[in-house]
């Protein structure tokens, strides 16, 4: 079966081969797994809460409408990383054979009080997810259904399962403005190759280049990315992943890191009726 519903997650599973498979939760319209010839390519916590209670720490969570937190305005209110990935969505259907694709929609109607009071906006996100051979592409349509303007930011929140974080390579950042988090500075990434040493929580600001992740020379993961400029890199390392209750086992940094399509170095700013659209593919070279 191509596509399987259960309670509360939804499985796409390629009918050519049935090891490439990406599974799906309702809450969040959080990617859980994806594999490739039952090979899995992304990271998920061992410690990752699935029961809805709090934001699931691994595989794709969606990052919408405010990226980390917010300092002032509409978004302020509302939790890091904003409320898509903490919502349960609605599952949409498939809506095409080949590539295998289903959507998700998340509406006012879906989303808590709570939140619904901190950002008091209507809108309609319908998240497009479509599997491939070795592909994953991940699409969002966000619509103001509103009559008044507002603005977000939204984030692909990848964490990629890597063989080692020491032997990690990411090309297509030279050159690049940094804000980096960690340093607390802004520069211009300098290295042909990035590699990982320590705690990393960097955003790549307007990227032209497709980001392409390695390990030690031997290529991993191609980005290609469209109307989302910005690519965060995050690896929590040591300390950071210790004190975070779900990031298990705590060495699990080594085999992690979070390559994040987004649009979160500016704001966009919707009228009513105006809808937007980003997508990510990423093409698995393993
Ligand atoms: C990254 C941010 O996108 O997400 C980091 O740049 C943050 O600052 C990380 O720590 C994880 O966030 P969270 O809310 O899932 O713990």
Redesign the pocket.
Known sequence: MPIEQKDKEVILTLPSDESTSVKVLLHGANILSWTIAGKEQLWLSEGAVLDGSK?V?GGV?L?FPV??KASSGPTSTL???GFA?LSTWEFLGQVSASPLTVQFGLGPENVSEAFRKAWDFDFTLIYTIALGADTLETAVRVENTSKVNWDFQI?F?TYFRIPDVDKVELNGLTGVSVKD?VSKSDYSESNTTVTVTSET???YENVDNDVLVASAGKPLFHIYRKNVADV?V?N?WVN?SKN?GDFRPEDGYKSMI?V?A?SVSKRTTLSPGETWECSEKIKSLL
């Open positions: 934001a720490r969570p990052v990226f980390g939790p890091q990383h990935r984030l929140h988090k929580d960097r955003v965060v995050w929590p950071a975070m979070c994040e987004g």
